[in-house]
């Protein structure tokens, strides 16, 4: 079965920098369309960024030209690296995987609908 684990969360102060890592197993991450997805206390979960098959990405305003979603085929791994961060950051992340075949517009991607398999997440608190 497909289990997403996430590391790297942590507490940093506002200006700081995480790299948050999701390894996959049972599920390649290589070729399939892959995000990162954060939830606030009180807030809807937001789609932060995706990737697609052919490494193309997707970012949300709110982190465009702080946060990079990148993959590792060799590792089978997705990752985020998060710059500049602000108190605004702070949430739980998630990585997400999309199983189904069929191809997505570039918003698409952040949209939870579009996945199929979630990790339990990692939590980012940005102090100001």
């Known amino acids: 079965r497909v289990q997403l684990v996430e590391t790297g969360g942590g507490s940093v102060q506002a200006g700081g920098s995480l790299k948050l890592s999701c390894a996959a197993s049972?599920?390649?991450?290589?070729?399939?369309?892959m995000g990162w997805f954060r939830q606030a206390p009180g807030k809807e979960r937001e789609g932060v960024a995706g990737i697609d098959p052919h490494d193309s990405t997707k970012y949300a305003d709110a982190v465009k030209g702080r946060f990079t979603i990148s993959r590792d085929n060799a590792e089978n791994m997705l990752h985020l690296q998060m710059n500049s961060l602000k108190p605004e950051d702070t949430a739980m992340y998630y990585c997400a995987a999309r199983e189904h075949s069929g191809w997505l517009l570039a918003f698409q991607m952040l949209f939870s609908s579009a996945y199929d398999h979630w990790g339990q997440g990692t939590r980012v608190t940005v102090s100001s």
């Open positions: 049972g599920y390649t991450v290589s070729n399939h369309y």
